[in-house]
């Protein structure tokens, strides 16, 4: 069994939809969370990283944290064309840890 | 954007060949990386390092080798590719102190296709 799971998707939605993206996990040591975009033919950058439980919010995307169902959310309001990507969850036990990647959502934005 | 850098972006090359790609990073992050990530799979880390002279293999075993003699370079070699060898290469650094060790900065990857 993996350790991070993650559906691949492909998820298509209309230009303005809300969407939700999510990573379930086996591991409760995990404490540091962190979700990755990656755009096509380039490496994946961050996008949001939360420790612990709770909320973060930046600007259209709001990540989630629930570590009693050991699940994290992604959240995009008003999708753009331009979130079309693939977006990849990813968490650590610790400060400089390893990091262990779910195999990503490929997300298209129509206009 | 990360100043990390990878050449070439894409090689086709027969089987047998031997090749390397460099990674290059201009943050002076002492840990770097190397994964391979194939179309809807995660990513899997194949050889990482700590610092100068020293470097680690990762989860997933590769015939891949790596060396760190300086800092800021990081490069792969294959000595002998084979198709098996097909897929996307990333290389990655991070800071080693800070609350931000975990935030792992990507290179625009390498294309290997072996034929």
């Known amino acids: 069994q993996k350790e991070v799971e993650q559906d691949p998707g492909p998820l298509s939605v209309p230009e303005g939809a809300i969407v939700s993206l999510n990573c379930t996990y086996s591991?409760?040591?995990?404490?540091?969370f962190m979700w990755y975009r990656q755009y096509s033919r380039k490496g994946p950058e961050l996008l949001m990283y939360t420790y612990s439980s709770g909320n973060k919010e930046d600007g259209r995307f709001t990540a989630q944290v629930d570590k009693s169902s050991k699940y994290i959310s992604l959240f995009i309001r008003d999708s753009q064309p331009s979130d079309s990507a693939t977006y990849l969850c990813?968490?650590?036990?610790?400060?400089?840890?390893?990091?262990?990647f779910g195999q990503g959502t490929e997300l298209s934005v129509k206009p | 954007e990360a100043d990390i850098y990878q050449t070439p972006r894409y090689l086709v090359i027969g089987t047998g060949k031997k090749i390397t790609l460099e990674c290059s990073q201009t943050m002076g992050h002492d840990k770097m990386y190397w994964y391979q990530q194939d179309p809807g799979m995660e990513l899997h880390l194949i050889h990482y390092?700590?610092?100068?002279?020293?470097?680690e293999k990762g989860d997933l075993s590769s015939e891949s080798t790596v060396s760190r003699i300086r800092t800021e370079h990081f490069p792969l070699t294959l000595e002998s590719a084979r198709p098996s060898h097909t897929s996307q290469y990333l290389c990655?650094?991070?800071?080693?102190?800070?609350?931000?060790?975990?935030?792992?900065?990507f290179g625009a990857g390498t294309r290997l296709s072996v034929l």
């Open positions: 990655a650094s991070s800071e080693t102190r800070g609350n931000r060790q975990n935030i792992q900065y």
């Open positions: 990813a968490m650590s036990r610790n400060q400089g840890g390893k990091l262990i």
């Open positions: 591991n409760s040591a995990f404490q540091y």
């Open positions: 390092s700590y610092g100068v002279n020293s470097t």
